[in-house]
């Protein structure tokens, strides 16, 4: 029962896990034998509670939890056939104990069906057994997220079965590796991974079963599946898949994936996917989850260039609550991928008919379908599995026509007409990516027009609309090729020209074409990053909004930042009504107290329900179980939209009050901004120097300390110094190079691990001069051969020289980076000699006097600086995050020609005290409340006019509260 290394095997597991069963007090046996009309079995567990068994069935990694989950359902069909209905658990052990967790379902007789949850001791795993059979505790409704997790672990067992097929073979299913181009993101010149199109194989069959399990159910027009009789793969598509292609249903069912998988292993892995979606699906689970599983395909770096992240289901539910009041209102989706949010508008109206009318009928499903609801997409495979899902709404009804269709939505307006799509789908697949459309006629595909899942075909025109909801592409400016910006500009010229002036990214555009397409009091309900309510590249576009619609709402969540699956990038629901604002209007920010992975229909509902109860008027601000509410006057945003901002960063009421506090003692005659302040002084300000490639950068930086040495590219390290040379070692090929000092230069590399604020004996080297051996030297730090001359040349005539004293600073500032890492200290480093300011992530600063640096340096490292950027940062994930260069001009800072000769002298003296003493990392300062630390803002805040008193108490608030909001996103991060 112990193998080899004393690690535990999995009946040492059951035996173990039956002993913490007996010591809850139940009746639990190891390996009883049953008899079922499939003869003798024998479950892993039995338990014994009033009369009734119930039983788990185990498996052990390197086996997958859905191994389990399949082994429990055919256990629990196997005795439901001898008229035993009960729960059966699949349980998944480690390789052996420790810590590692334990994974487990159960597969229930009675709503939800399914359940799923993770520990990490079997006493854990016994207690919630125990809680499941006594129902000691109710059962929660499977999240989406796991529910994906779980037919991923599908998606896998099938793939290692694809391994012997060659690129051809693979290609050859879906018609040509156009298909590959479209949903891959890979173009004909780019050679496509073999292994990605082999997992893009395995996620559409296990769409295919998934989709058959749901039309098989609840259409009852095709025979289920069955496992115990099936005996080749072939089989699941001469008896099963190739029945619905007669009914049509060709975007699913016309790849024969299945028919290339063989032997007696891929056919028992493809069996235990079909009974895990069995027991999955019995538990009638969402149908759009089809659409998220197929997304989950391409691959995650494609998705971050086109930004192309989906919806979580609950949240587009929660979005579609607050923004259809009626069931005739007709909706529009610009960027409906796989149909999340349409499907979200289906369910909300079909809610709101029954209310009125009672029963749904076929004549209200058609109608929403043919007259009310529109999608548009521009990948052809997300437009058909829209129609699909929306389809599925009601799969006894069928569906002749809905208004999905193929196109470039920033080409569109009202009352233009979209033809039919005359492409076969698989024709559908040459249509390439997201910015081909706007490429002229000639270049352009033929994957445009509405979608049909049937052989008719028909026109739509597009008009005006109650509702656009949508969830648009967040493509940065800078990622939108230049050819596709102009296109852009001149499809929104006219009213639109001074909105598009600046920087604006894609989502911005879509945000108009809202504009375009909205009726008069209608709605905008869309997901967007928070930066749009923050960056000044938008704030012509927030103008607008606040002028022209009543901002309703603006929900943000608590836990994980983003509404979007796959994302850390911080995310708002924002419903704004197409309605000129009185003076009176306010809007309400939500703070959801929980993520939106842990929504479920009934919180979902009761949020919103308890949201149109409240009446902007009667309250300012409340706390209730599932949110934290606050009210705004919409008048006063228009003065400062970053009220609005700091209340979703900040997000706790405790943060809230502390920032109020701090602008009080900010607005101070020794304070001033930086923009200000630098202006007057002629300081500049600017990012690390670009273009640092063209030298080879990489391969002329030594680092002073093997802990900085984090990337693949910093390969040099100094090992040896004398007055006269630096001995730097290769630490890739062990090869060493002895440089003259005089042909090094000194730099900042970047913060990571620099825990001093004074970094005078923590610099870096960068080759400035040529030496004997430096082409040797170039080589060994992989320059490729037709690149060293030309970096030879750039050193030997002093272009690189030039380039380096051009970006030497005394004083650093954090412009990007992670606040919650270990190796984060300080926030800012000066030094008495000017370094060069390298590629790391820093602002400098040029123009300083060294006393100026100094003090400067001292207040950016202070609490008062710190609060100021975790309140104004550009959140992309967790901690990591930006500081944007308008941020930092507004940020407040010291203005030294305001002290006093004592002021002077108190940050003169601290400066030589502290300079080189060393930091714990930021998030220990504030946990410890780090002496020094303390001393820094302790000193700004009697400067400032506060006594000691005062400044003790609200650093007392302060400290725990920046803390709590560190590790609250260090653990974003890592989900």
């Not at 672990?153 to 099938?158: F, L, M, P, Q, T």
């Not at 869309?526 to 901002?551: D, G, N, R, W």
């Not at 006097?849 to 940062?873: G, I, T, Y």
């Not at 601290?910 to 820094?936: A, G, H, V, W």
Request: charged residues 30%.
């Amino acid at each position: 029962m112990v193998g080899a290394g004393g690690k535990l095997q999995e009946n040492s597991f059951n035996a173990l896990l039956t002993k913490e069963l007996i010591d809850l007090e139940l009746d639990a046996n190891f390996e009883e034998h049953f008899t079922t009309f499939q003869g003798l079995k024998k479950p892993d567990i039995s338990i014994k509670f009033k009369d009734t068994y119930f039983f788990v069935e185990s498996k052990q990694e390197p086996a997958k939890l859905i191994d389990a989950i399949s082994k429990a359902y055919l256990y629990q069909q196997s005795i439901r056939q001898a008229k035993l209905n009960t729960i059966v658990f699949g349980v998944l052990f480690p390789k052996d104990g420790g810590t590692k967790k334990i994974e487990a379902a159960c597969l229930l007789n009675k709503e939800p069906f399914f359940q799923q949850e993770t520990f990490f001791t079997l006493g854990e795993l016994a207690r919630w057994i125990k809680e499941v059979i006594t129902e000691e505790k109710p059962i929660a409704e499977l999240s989406t997220t796991k529910f994906i997790k779980i037919l991923t672990e599908a998606v896998h067992s099938i793939d290692k079965n694809l391994k012997t097929l060659k690129l051809d073979e693979i290609e050859s299913i879906f018609g040509g590796k156009t298909f590959f181009e479209t949903i891959l993101g890979y173009s004909e010149e780019e050679k496509i991974p073999i292994e990605n199109l082999r997992v893009a194989s395995s996620y559409l069959l296990v769409n295919q079963i998934f989709f058959y399990q749901i039309l098989a159910t609840e259409t009852k027009k095709y025979p289920l599946f069955d496992v115990e009789k099936i005996t080749s793969s072939n089989e699941i598509y001469d008896r099963h898949f190739a029945k619905v292609l007669e009914d049509d249903y060709e975007p699913i069912f016309s790849f024969n994936i299945i028919s290339k998988l063989s032997g007696k292993e891929a056919l028992a892995n493809v069996l235990t996917v079909v009974s895990a979606i069995q027991a999955l699906s019995t538990s009638k689970q969402n149908h759009d989850l089809l659409g998220k599983i197929f997304h989950n395909l391409i691959p995650l770096d494609i998705r971050k260039v086109v930004a192309a992240f989906y919806t979580n289901s609950e949240a587009g539910n929660l979005l579609a609550d607050l923004a259809i009041e009626k069931f005739d209102e007709k909706i529009l989706d610009t960027a409906c991928g796989s149909g999340t949010l349409l499907v979200s508008s289906y369910r909300r109206k079909k809610e709101l008919f029954e209310k009125q009318f009672g029963d749904f009928s076929e004549d209200a499903h058609k109608k929403f379908l043919s007259k009310d609801i529109f999608g548009v997409d521009i990948m052809p495979f997300a437009a058909h599995l829209a129609a699909i899902n929306l389809a599925l709404q009601a799969p006894l009804y069928e569906t002749d026509i809905l208004n999905i269709a193929i196109h470039d939505s920033t080409d569109l307006s009202p009352e233009r007409e979209l033809e039919a799509a005359e492409e076969t789908i698989r024709e559908g697949f040459k249509q390439q990516k997201l910015f081909d459309f706007g490429k002229s006629r000639a270049e352009k595909t033929s994957a445009k027009g509405v979608v049909s899942l049937y052989k008719n075909k028909h026109k739509i025109v597009l008009p005006y609309f109650d509702v656009v909801i949508m969830n648009p592409p967040f493509t940065r400016f800078q990622r939108i090729p230049p050819e596709f910006k102009q296109i852009l500009e001149n499809r929104f010229s006219g009213k639109y020209r001074k909105i598009i002036s600046g920087q604006l990214g894609l989502h911005g555009y879509f945000l108009l074409l809202a504009d375009k397409f909205l009726k008069e009091d209608g709605r905008i309900a869309a997901v967007l990053p928070l930066t749009t309510i923050s960056t000044s590249s938008f704030y012509q576009l927030i103008k607008m909004l606040l002028e022209e619609y009543c901002i309703e709402y603006v929900v943000a969540s608590d836990g994980r930042a983003a509404f979007s699956e796959n994302t850390s990038l911080r995310e708002i629901l924002l419903i704004a009504k197409k309605q000129k604002p009185k003076k009176d209007h306010e809007l309400k920010l939500v703070i959801l107290n929980m993520s939106p992975a842990q929504l479920n229909e009934k919180t979902t509902k009761e949020i919103s329900m308890r949201l149109r109860q409240f009446s902007a008027l009667e309250l300012k601000e409340k706390e209730e179980d599932y949110f934290y509410i606050k009210t705004f006057k919409q008048e006063d945003l228009k003065a400062n939209i970053r009220q609005l901002y700091h209340s979703i960063t900040l997000s706790s009421k405790e943060l809230i009050q502390i920032n109020k506090k701090l602008e009080k003692v900010l607005e101070n005659e020794k304070t001033e901004t930086l923009k200000i302040i630098s202006e007057k002084n002629r300081w500049e300000i600017k990012e690390n120097p670009r273009g640092l490639n063209i030298y080879n950068y990489s391969a002329l930086t030594i680092l002073n300390d093997e802990k900085r040495a984090l990337k693949k590219t910093d390969f040099w390290l100094a090992k040896e110094k004398t007055r006269e040379f630096v001995t730097v070692l290769n630490k890739i090929n062990g090869n060493k190079f002895k440089i003259p000092t005089k042909a090094l230069a000194k730099q900042f590399r970047r913060f990571s691990t620099i825990n001093t604020i004074n970094i005078d004996k923590k610099t870096d080297y960068l080759v400035k001069d040529d030496f004997q051996g430096f082409e040797v030297f170039l080589e060994n730090g992989f320059v490729k051969r037709s690149e060293i001359k030309k970096t030879a040349k750039a050193i030997e005539f002093g272009e690189f020289n030039t380039f380096i004293q051009r970006n030497s600073s005394n004083l650093f500032f954090f412009y990007r980076g992670d606040l919650t890492a270990p190796n984060t200290n300080c926030l800012s480093v000066n030094c008495q000699e000017k370094v060069f300011a390298g590629s790391g992530g820093s602002w400098v600063f040029y123009g300083l006097k060294n006393n100026e640096a100094n003090n400067l340096s001292l207040w950016l490292n202070s609490s008062l600086q710190l609060f100021q950027v975790l309140r104004d940062r550009k959140e992309t994930r967790g901690g990591w995050m930006e500081i944007d260069k308008y941020v930092l001009d507004e940020s407040k800072i010291l203005n030294l020609d305001k002290l006093t000769k004592t002021d002077k002298e108190k940050l003169d003296n601290l400066y030589e005290k502290i300079k080189d003493t060393q930091f714990p990392s930021l998030i220990e300062q504030l946990k410890t409340k780090n002496s020094i630390r303390k001393q820094i803002d302790t000193t700004f805040l009697s400067i400032l006019g506060m006594n000691k008193a005062e400044a003790e108490s609200l650093l007392e608030e302060l400290y725990p509260a920046i803390y709590k909001e560190l590790v609250k996103l260090k653990g974003v991060m890592g989900k």
